[in-house]
């Protein structure tokens, strides 16, 4: 590809791109697609003959686009939200331009020391002291996984490491309702998934404190050794909250790392307004949360703060020799932060979103959706055939068709087709949460285009399919 090539095409694919964010909200938020339905439309061979770009444009459009779910819909309500925004696409564009690896500081000094500072921005954007020190990682997967590392070599003593777990019987504690990355993060740490206890929840599925503190006492005796909790800010189910300053007490009391997984919810504490949620934070040993779900930041954008940064470096810094640089002990060398060595120019995006919004814009956009939310859950609660199924903290709503008359299986069949309707429709794309047995909607307000009218219309078509279901009386 010539140059000339380059900035024809580019100038044509930012065009597509202008015009697809005004328009995202026409297209079915969940293609109506069969599995293979694109597959087949692709050669079963890779070209012998480079082919020009107007062609691979051509099939982007007419095969790619519409076997796309449209994440950046207003109109996506499912999951939590993947959000993104034009100031971190165009971000994007640039790090891909410039295809730097920021392994180290000498790789590029200005990616390393960009993202020291917006870890330091990020930290007092989100309430803690500056006693924590940040870095970015891929997801909160593996911002998880690395506090679970790094608390398991301070407890042996930075040995397992070299000589492996030996005899230590870890215990590994979370609710019930902690997200699936908590049992891989066992599992691949080597502590094993049965040494992941979970502890039950409470009416608002936040963990019980001293359900916590009794399973610690019980393994104690049992000859186990607790070596970490991890606390839940927001849920992936239903957002609850745990409980961190009981949690951190029990955490003192035994000398516990605990961890805190804020995917979602951490980005609510830009709000001065809702850093109650995070009461005790500031004395947990790690914390995480995704820019890249609710901070107009594309994936992948995970921040992770640490206490103890000396623990986390000493857990994954292996220098050889061509790593070497000058200037290892003036730097943060980010390779010994995590597990990849490689790392993407990922600051850049969130220094364009963080200036492009400032600090009042992102607070503007995240109080919209709360009170979007709040106007939902309100519908739902004024309606005599649908009910709340959870408290509703930050920005998820759970909830169900509940007419009169069904037994229990049968509103949990009803719901699932509803949800099935609502989503083939393409209008608009939610998921469901199992809740004590009950099949519950998720309706999720964190899109960053998303408006009241496009509540409303969510709204409206709930109501409309729930009614036009056969229910049998
Ligand atoms: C989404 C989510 C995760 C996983 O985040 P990734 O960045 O995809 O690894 C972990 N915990 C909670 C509570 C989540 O909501």
Known sequence: MTSEEFRQAAHEMVEWMATYLEEVENYPVKP?????????QLPDHAPQKGEPMAAIFEDFRQIIVPGMTHWQSPSFHAYFPGNSSKPSVLAEMLTATLGAQC?????????????DRIMEWLRTMVGLSDDWAGSIQNGASDATLNALLTAREKASGFTANYTGLGRQRYRVYASEQAHSSVDKAVAIAGIGRDNLVKIPVDDAYALRPELLAEAIEQDLAAGY??????????TTGTTAIDPLADIVAIGRQHQLWVHVDAALAGTALLLPEMRWLAAGLEQTDSFVFNPHKW???NFDASAYFVKDKQALINTFSITPEYLRTPEDNRVNNYRDWGIPLGRRFRALKLWFVIRSFGLEGLQAKIRLHLQLTQW????????????VAAPVPLNTVCFRYYPVGPSPEELNSLNEQLMHRL???????????KLNGRFVLRM??????????HVEKAWR??????????VKN
């Open 444 to 453: 999720v307000i964190g899109q960053t285009e998303v408006q009241q009218r």
């Open 225 to 234: 050794q607790p070596l970490m909790i991890v606390a839940a800010l927001g």
């Open 423 to 433: 989503n083939r429709s393409g209008e608009i794309f939610l998921t469901h949460v």
């Open 103 to 115: 392994m180290v500081w000498a790789t590029s000094p200005a990616a390393t020391e960009l993202e």
């Open 376 to 387: 939902f859950r309100e519908q739902v609660e004024g309606h005599p055939h649908f009910e």
């Open 32 to 40: 109506n697609v069969e599995p293979g339905e694109i597959y087949e």
């Open 461 to 470: 078509l709930i109501k409309e399919m729930a009614a036009s279901l056969p």
């Open 295 to 297: 901070m107009f930041t």
